[in-house]
Every structure is written in structure tokens, then in C-alpha cells.
């Protein structure tokens, strides 16, 4: 059973920048694209990024293209998201997530709980 846990979320200015950090259990990373879906207030959870078991494949949201980028160390077995130029748009709150459809936009089988992101104009 994957548990994932995020961290590093936290209030900046429009323009800055944050670095959220998924740590998952076990000693081996499964063979799971892994991403990251956001739920700003008042609406829908929405996808945002998946990255492919390898690192090989990559799928961002036209909304974070060209400003957020994802990676993955499996000997850390934790996925990271860099986010530069934050938008107040980018209010949300971030979820990490796993599972087989994640590249094509399908939510995770598996989640974590969740790390604000705060963008002030």
C-alpha cells in the first residue's frame, strides 16, 4: 500500500517561487506515474502535472507550462515540483497522487493529504 506525503507548501508574493516535496513509503518506489492534481478554492480538483515511473515522460497542464517542472528521485522515492513565477491563480491546495492514468489526466489511485499554496498579489 503506497502512502505519500507532502510538504513544503506555504505563502509567497506573485512571482516567487516554491518547492513541494512528495515522500512515499516503502523501500522501492512502485512502477506508478506519479503527479500532482490542485483543488483552488471554490473549485474542482484539477490536474496539474504527471511524470512517467522513469522520469522519461512528462504531461504538464497549459496552466503551469513553462513555469512549474517536475522531477523524481526513486532512490529518495520522492517526487518534487518546482514552482517558479506563482500567480495568485496558482492558490490552491496540492495534492500528490499515483497511479496508471495519471499521464493521461485520470486521477491517482492513491493520495496525500494535501499542502497549501498561498500566491499574494
Known amino acids: 500500500q503506497v502512502q505519500l506525503a507532502e510538504s513544503g507548501g506555504g505563502s509567497v508574493q506573485a512571482g516567487g517561487s516554491l518547492r513541494l516535496s512528495c515522500a512515499a513509503s516503502?523501500?522501492?518506489?512502485?512502477?506508478?506515474?506519479m503527479g500532482w492534481f490542485r483543488q483552488p478554492p471554490g473549485k474542482e480538483r484539477e490536474f496539474v502535472v504527471g511524470?512517467?515511473?522513469?522520469?522519461?515522460?512528462?504531461r504538464y497542464a497549459d496552466s503551469v507550462k513553462g513555469r512549474f517542472t517536475i522531477s523524481r528521485d526513486n532512490a529518495k522515492n520522492t517526487v518534487y515540483l518546482q514552482m517558479n513565477s506563482l500567480q495568485p491563480a496558482d492558490t490552491a491546495v496540492y495534492y500528490c497522487?499515483?497511479?496508471?492514468?495519471?499521464?493521461?489526466?485520470?486521477?491517482?489511485?492513491?493520495w496525500g493529504q494535501g499542502t497549501q499554496v498561498t500566491v499574494s498579489s
Open positions: 497522487t499515483a497511479g496508471p492514468g495519471i499521464l493521461h489526466g485520470y486521477r491517482g489511485d492513491y
Open positions: 511524470i512517467s515511473w522513469s522520469g522519461g515522460s512528462t
Open positions: 516503502g523501500r522501492i518506489f512502485g512502477n506508478y506515474a
